[in-house]
Structure formats: structure tokens, C-alpha cells
T-cell receptor, first 114, second 111 residues
Framework: DGGITQSPKYLFRKEGQNVTLSCEQN?????MYWYRQDPGQGLRLIYY???????QKGDIAEGYSVSREKKESFPLTVTSAQKNPTAFYLC?????????????FGAGTRLSVL | DAKTTQPTSMDCAEGRAANLPCNHS???????VYWYRQIHSQGPQYIIH???NNETNEMASLIITEDRKSSTLILPHATLRDTAVYYC????????????FGSGTRLLVRP
């Protein structure tokens, strides 16, 4: 099946700990994105990458880091500098060309702080 | 990207059409209207998009007014599984960039 796989589905972080959320896609999409969603709110962009080995900060990048070493993978690290990490994290990918610039989303990772 | 305005919530009976409105009065000529939905605790799902002509696919129909200042998403025969938050997003198609999700419309389909 083609799609976007996020893991784990649930994640718990201790104070001062860095945690990494996985996002893998087999859609052969060039662009990948990380969003954060707080309860009852819309999505906010953390980081995005249009091509391998390149990525840009979104609106709320502080306390997060990413890498894009492979086309299929775009892991997100929530660092200890992110003081309020509890949220629902969503990864997406797209072919960023033309009117069919449609983003496809994974099932999400729900992060909580212990 | 232009701002959109949607009702906070709506409901409809199962089997009936659900008509979800969206206002985008500041839309530019090169901006498309996209609709996504998010079922509880899942990732958003693309539904449909259009520029100025009405569009239809297997999920829904999109009606855009002639002046493009508003649109309506139509689910022709709503089912309980269509209960979700529906987001109307306006953006330039070639932008490989973020989707600006507002608060959306929470649609409840009643049995």
C-alpha cells in the first residue's frame, strides 16, 4: 500500500529528554512537512522540506529539529528546548507542482509529557 | 493566502446532502479553493479542489460562485462516517508550502 507511515502512534517524553518522531513515505513525493495540532485548533507548520538535504523552518520551529537524508524519510526531533511539547504531530508529503499540489497526511503521533 | 470563514458547526441527517459553506472574499485570481477533512484523531484527508469551475469527484462536489468569493462543499448522501471537521483552504497551487488550517466546520451526521 502506498502512503505515509508515522510511528509511534503514542509517545511519552520525560523532562529534559529529546524524542524523535518517525515519518516514512513510499509515494515518491519530493516535499514533506511536519505540523503540530493542539486540541480544538488547526494545524501549524513546524518544518518543511522540498528536496533531499534541504529543509526550511515553518511558523513554530523553535524547540524542534529535522533531517532529510533520504527522499522517503523526514524524522522530527522534539528537543528539551520545546517547553510545551504535548500535542498531536502530523507528517505530510506532496508533489509541489501545479494545481494538484495536494498534501497527503499520515495518521499522526500523539506526544505527551510525563 | 486569502483568509477563509466557515461556520463553527453544522449537522445533517444521514442519507441527506450536507452543504458546507465557505467565504473567501479576498481570494486572488491565481488562488485555488481546497477542501480537507479530519476525522477525530486522524490525519487530514484531501477531498477536492477547484479554481473557478464546479468540480465533482467520488467524494464530493465543489460549487464556486461566479465572483469566486464563496464556495460550497456538497456531500450528496452523508453517512455517519462523514462526521468530521471540514477545512476550506485557499492557496496558490504552485506553492510547495504550508496549508493554513483555520478552525473549520464540525459536521455531525445524525442517524
Amino acid at each position: 500500500d502506498g502512503g505515509i507511515t508515522q510511528s509511534p502512534k503514542y509517545l511519552f517524553r520525560k523532562e529534559g529528554q529529546n524524542v524523535t518522531l518517525s515519518c516514512e513515505q513510499n509515494l515518491n513525493h519530493d516535499a514533506m512537512y511536519w505540523y503540530r495540532q493542539d486540541p480544538g485548533q488547526g494545524l501549524r507548520l513546524i518544518y518543511y522540506s522540498q528536496i533531499v538535504n534541504d529543509f526550511q523552518k515553518g511558523d513554530i520551529a523553535e524547540g524542534y529539529s529535522v533531517s532529510r537524508e533520504k527522499k522517503e524519510s523526514f524524522p522530527l526531533t522534539v528537543t528539551s528546548a520545546q517547553k510545551n511539547p504535548t500535542a498531536f504531530y502530523l507528517c505530510a508529503s506532496s508533489i509541489p507542482q501545479g494545481s494538484k499540489n495536494i498534501q497527503y497526511f499520515g495518521a499522526g503521533t500523539r506526544l505527551s509529557v510525563l | 493566502d486569502a483568509k477563509t470563514t466557515q461556520p463553527t458547526s453544522m449537522d445533517c441527517a444521514e442519507g441527506r446532502a450536507a452543504n458546507l459553506p465557505c467565504n473567501h472574499s479576498t481570494i486572488s485570481g491565481n488562488e485555488y479553493v481546497y477542501w480537507y477533512r479530519q476525522i477525530h484523531s486522524q490525519g487530514p484527508q484531501y477531498i477536492i479542489h477547484g479554481l473557478k469551475n464546479n468540480e465533482t469527484n467520488e467524494m464530493a462536489s465543489l460549487i464556486i460562485t461566479e465572483d469566486r468569493k464563496s464556495s460550497t462543499l456538497i456531500l450528496p448522501h452523508a453517512t455517519l462516517r462523514d462526521t468530521a471537521v471540514y477545512y476550506c483552504i485557499v492557496r496558490v497551487a504552485d506553492s510547495s508550502y504550508k496549508l493554513i488550517f483555520g478552525s473549520g466546520t464540525r459536521l455531525l451526521v445524525r442517524p
